[in-house]
T-cell receptor
Framework: GQQVMQIPQYQHVQEGEDFTTYCNSSTTLSNIQWYKQRPGGHPVFLIQLVKSGEVKKQKRLTFQFGEAKKNSSLHITATQTTDVGTYFCAGRRNTDKLIFGTGTRLQVFP | NAGVTQTPKFRVLKTGQSMTLLCAQDMNHEYMYWYRQDPGMGLRLIHYSVGEGTTAKGEVPDGYNVSRLKKQNFLLGLESAAPSQTSVYFC??????????FGPGTRLTVL
């Protein structure tokens, strides 16, 4: 079945450093979504990528969808303590169900 | 608008007991989902529904049943709880296959 893997599992950074999490699928995806979950909270939608090679930015966050539509990345520039949380990618193949990655937990030290 | 609400927030069960988790959404979404979240496992889909009166199995449906009698509600039932069902349960809803809106979660412990 379809699998979505994320690396790294954990990342600790100093405030101001950059952060990147990578998402890889075993199959070609029709689209990919990214969610953020604060500690003790629930997942909150960040963005959806649909096109091959697509790049989208939200302030300090940059999202990319690979050319082959099998991988994606989320890059945060100059992290802040408010970026703390777990970031999940979630991929969909055709009209199938969304499959969530295992998540990357980000800790930011002031 | 309340968005997606879940009740209860916390529950402790003994092995073999039954319970129902209630999810309600006020966004008129057709699609609703139940996920469980365990450490290191991400979110795994239990069951989902694409409309009132319809349900379908997700990745980990065993030991759970669901019902969608009303468009705004999606119920998750555990007929005979097991310690392996200790988890945090999230309900979500969406308009078709667009972004999913999650509820605050239910933390369930089965002793």
């Amino acid at each position: 079945g379809q699998q979505v893997m994320q690396i790294p599992q954990y990342q600790h950074v100093q405030e101001g450093e950059d952060f990147t999490t990578y998402c890889n699928s075993s199959t070609t995806l029709s689209n990919i979504q990214w969610y953020k979950q604060r500690p003790g909270g629930h997942p909150v939608f960040l963005i959806q990528l649909v096109k091959s090679g697509e790049v989208k930015k939200q302030k300090r966050l940059t999202f990319q969808f690979g050319e082959a539509k099998k991988n994606s990345s989320l890059h945060i520039t100059a992290t802040q303590t408010t970026d703390v949380g777990t970031y999940f990618c979630a991929g969909r193949r055709n009209t199938d169900k969304l499959i969530f990655g295992t998540g990357t937990r980000l800790q930011v030290f002031p | 608008n309340a968005g997606v609400t879940q009740t209860p927030k916390f529950r402790v069960l003994k092995t073999g007991q039954s319970m129902t988790l209630l999810c309600a959404q006020d966004m008129n979404h057709e699609y609703m989902y139940w996920y469980r979240q365990d450490p290191g496992m991400g979110l795994r889909l239990i069951h989902y529904s694409v409309g009132e009166g319809t349900t379908a199995k997700g990745e980990v449906p065993d030991g759970y049943n669901v019902s969608r009698l009303k468009k705004q509600n999606f119920l998750l039932g555990l007929e005979s709880a097991a310690p392996s069902q200790t988890s945090v349960y999230f309900c979500a809803s969406s308009y078709a296959n667009n972004e999913q809106f999650f509820g605050p979660g239910t933390r369930l412990t089965v002793l």
